[in-house]
């Protein structure tokens, strides 16, 4: 089972893609995540990631794509995985392609997660009064909205034409959002486009 899941910064995509994980069996990968991870280590590249996150931008496609490139042979990537936050840019979508490829494998949906923006706003400024995530400010904040919008929004519409989008409502109390999601994935697997959840 190899997933995407997709959504603007504070849709609730991280605390879905565990539960879909843990679902199928495969590894929730967030690339966020991983570049939060590098906050630990003292190098150069570690540094100017922290930057660039902290501002709200994407960090470089060469560097996002090579991160993921090599977190995908991992051993438990072998029966699929679910991809958080990875591809937001048209070149990681040609990158992400060309992984599948080689691997002689192929995406079996896309998930959406759509929320609007008032909330989105709303959200992430609780998370930051709380976790203190240092791209939680409202100076950041507005950037990631606006990044989003421009550079992965589109996105959509290509796995939209490619057959894959699955689109979910992540409005409401997060449970509501897993049944919506699941039910939304079982209905595509009796339409025979996935294969069957366990
Ligand atoms: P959110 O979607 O809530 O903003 P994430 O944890 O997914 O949070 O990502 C946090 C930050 O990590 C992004 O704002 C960006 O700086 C960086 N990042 C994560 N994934 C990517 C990616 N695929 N390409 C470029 N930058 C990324």
Same mark, same amino acid.
């Given at each position: 089972? !190899?997933?995407?899941?997709? *959504?603007?910064? *504070?849709?609730?995509?991280?605390?879905?893609?565990? /539960?879909?994980?843990? !679902?199928?069996?495969?590894?929730?990968?967030?690339?966020?995540?991983?570049?939060?991870?590098?906050?630990?280590?003292?190098?150069?590249?570690? %540094?100017?990631?922290?930057?660039?996150?902290?501002?709200?931008?994407?960090?470089?496609?060469?560097?996002?794509?090579?991160?993921?490139?090599?977190?995908?042979?991992?051993?438990?990537?072998?029966? #699929?995985?679910?991809?958080?936050?990875?591809?937001?840019?048209?070149?990681?979508?040609?990158?992400?392609? #060309?992984?599948? %490829?080689?691997?002689?494998?192929?995406?079996?949906?896309?998930?959406?997660?759509?929320?609007?923006?008032?909330?989105?706003?709303?959200?992430?400024?609780?998370?930051?009064?709380?976790?203190? /995530?240092?791209?939680?400010?409202?100076?950041?904040? /507005?950037? /990631?909205?606006?990044?989003?919008?421009?550079?992965?929004?589109?996105?959509?519409?290509?796995?939209?034409?490619? *057959?894959?989008?699955?689109?979910?409502?992540?409005? *409401?109390?997060?449970?509501?959002?897993?049944?919506?999601?699941?039910?939304?994935?079982?209905?595509?697997?009796?339409?025979?486009?996935?294969?069957?959840?366990?």
């Amino acid at each position: 089972m !190899h997933l995407l899941i997709m *959504g603007p910064p *504070g849709a609730g995509k991280g605390t879905q893609a565990s /539960r879909i994980g843990g !679902h199928y069996s495969i590894p929730a990968i967030s690339t966020g995540d991983m570049f939060r991870a590098m906050k630990d280590s003292d190098t150069p590249l570690a %540094k100017q990631v922290q930057e660039i996150m902290t501002s709200g931008a994407y960090v470089p496609d060469e560097v996002t794509n090579a991160v993921v490139a090599d977190r995908l042979v991992a051993d438990d990537c072998a029966d #699929g995985f679910l991809l958080d936050g990875y591809p937001r840019t048209l070149d990681q979508v040609s990158f992400l392609d #060309g992984v599948l %490829k080689e691997a002689d494998c192929e995406l079996d949906a896309v998930i959406s997660l759509s929320v609007d923006a008032d909330e989105l706003v709303a959200r992430l400024t609780r998370r930051g009064a709380t976790d203190g /995530r240092a791209d939680d400010t409202p100076e950041a904040i /507005r950037t /990631r909205q606006q990044v989003y919008a421009d550079q992965t929004a589109p996105l959509l519409d290509v796995y939209r034409e490619r *057959g894959l989008l699955v689109e979910v409502d992540g409005l *409401g109390d997060i449970d509501d959002v897993t049944r919506r999601l699941f039910a939304a994935l079982d209905q595509r697997a009796g339409d025979g486009a996935l294969v069957a959840s366990s």
